[in-house]
């Protein structure tokens, strides 16, 4: 089906994966396997359990695996079609013998994988670091609690390894068609509105590079088995945190944004986090269940003219801040370029919106109008896939253009546990959003020029 007849659909409940094509460029598979020498046999009649089982370099792996039976169940079921990521004994760090510190040091060849300032990579969730764990078990007396431990990794690393399996069998050709992918990880805590986890693919051709969450490197494609394929990555892949929490895994670029949002105390629109319960009783977790946000780079505040900045981190500006705020968050919606979960929305199919440079008609294109946390404004989306028209030799390159008030996003479509997180280098401005406005502009947009902000920012920040 042609996605200009899919694009009404959005506007009904539920979830909707759209056929996206690469992030960046498509990977040609086949005039790439001599000189890239990275790809498996493609025939196989083991099962995904069984090839990594008999394979050595995976054996650290297939010790956590064990650990859970419904884990071995799925990768060694014959009528499965999976795709596994799958972390060789290379990407799984080794204890460094101690040095009278109480500190454990894991270390991965010269890269350390503790904990740094802001960096969600907490070992104490990472599979490697739970490995090391199941390894240690080997030197423990057989006992109840010996059992109870291995009953509570087992639990836990179940969770992590679902959010290394697809649910349908992606070869390297096939897993580049989309930018986001649904796991097999759903949270039973309501993140997501019970939707399974994504996780995002990125690929390169020059160097030929495949990537997921952005910082996982595929080492090895396309190991066949009977019941899904393989796909070698250089460290395990760790579920998303929080919109709100991934932003400090890179201060540097949202610490203008991350302290905003807790200026105004608006945390709880984005953030999802963990109550323990009172008097050791169940915890639970809190805030939003589900949304998007476009978070503005640091970037983007400090291109905004020194007084306006200054206004805005005042007493003065709060309420001015916390409406631009609340203009960039989309409640109760996930959206990416190739997935969009509950949005009541408005979506049309655009034939003459153009890309500027040369390239072939879109393959797809859709507008939507999507609700913002601040009541009575919306932001307007666009999104436009196109096979470029670029002379370079090699196979054809595609890429995908995703604008919001006419302006270009980017990075994009990074999952989250909560929703979608994407990047924008300018402050949105909410002039002409207004419901009454949209009568007058549609999806047109305003130029965004904020030299004249004293004369209508104050006051707008003051009404209802």
């Known amino acids: 089906m042609r996605i200009h007849n899919l694009v009404p659909l959005l506007c009904v409940g539920g979830a909707y994966a759209l056929p996206t094509l690469p992030w960046l460029a498509q990977i040609p598979v086949e005039g790439l396997v001599r000189c890239w020498g990275m790809f498996a046999p493609l025939s196989e009649d083991r099962t995904v359990y069984q090839v990594l089982k008999d394979d050595e370099r995976y054996s650290r792996l297939v010790k956590a695996i064990n650990l859970s ?106 897993l580049v068609q989309n930018s986001t992918y649904a796991t097999n990880l759903t949270l039973k805590d309501g993140s997501m509105d019970y939707q399974p986890l994504r996780l995002s693919v990125q690929s390169t051709t020059v160097p030929p590079r495949l990537r997921i969450n952005t910082v996982v490197d595929v080492i090895r494609r396309d190991i066949e088995a009977s019941n899904g394929v393989i796909h070698s990555i250089n460290i395990p892949l760790l579920p998303p945190p929080s919109l709100f929490s991934e932003m400090f895994v890179v201060p540097e670029v949202f610490s203008y944004v991350t302290s905003a949002i807790q200026r105004v105390d608006l945390t709880g629109a984005i953030d999802r986090w963990w109550i323990p319960g009172k008097d050791g009783g169940h915890g639970s977790f809190v805030g939003a269940e589900i949304t998007t946000f476009f978070a503005p780079t640091s970037g983007a505040f400090q291109r905004l003219p020194n007084k306006l900045r200054l206004f805005l981190f005042s007493p003065f500006g709060a309420k001015a801040l916390k409406k631009l705020l609340e203009y960039h968050v989309v409640p109760q919606v996930v ?84 929703g979608a997180l994407h990047v924008i280098t300018n402050l949105l401005d909410p002039r002409g959003h207004h419901k009454e406005d949209h009568k007058h502009y549609g999806h047109e947009s305003i130029d965004v020029d904020w030299e004249d902000w004293e004369e209508w920012l104050p006051q707008w920040a003051m009404q209802d």
Not at 144 to 164: C, V, W
């Open 69 to 174: 039976n419904r884990v071995i169940d799925l990768l060694d079921d014959p009528a499965a079609s999976i795709t596994f990521f799958a972390v060789p004994n290379t990407g799984i760090p080794h204890r460094q013998p101690s040095h009278g510190d109480d500190d454990d040091d894991y270390q991965l060849g010269s890269t350390s994988l503790a904990p740094k300032r802001g960096d969600e990579r907490d070992v104490a969730h990472d599979l490697g670091h739970l490995i090391l764990q199941v390894e240690e078990l080997d030197d423990i007396p057989e006992s109840r609690d010996k059992d109870h431990r291995k009953e509570a990794l087992g639990r836990i690393i179940r969770g992590i390894l679902a959010y290394h399996i697809l649910p349908e069998k992606l070869d390297s050709a096939a």
């Open 335 to 418: 959206l990416h370029t190739d997935y969009v979960h509950d949005a009541a929305c408005y979506a049309a199919f655009d034939d003459d919106w153009k890309a500027s440079i040369p390239v072939d008609p879109p393959l797809y294109a859709y507008n939507l109008t999507l609700p913002t946390l601040l009541d009575n404004y919306s932001l307007d989306v666009q999104v436009a896939r196109y096979k470029a028209k670029i002379p370079l030799p090699g196979p054809a390159r595609y890429f995908t253009r995703f604008m919001v008030n006419g302006r270009d996003v980017g990075p994009y479509d990074i999952p989250a546990r909560n």
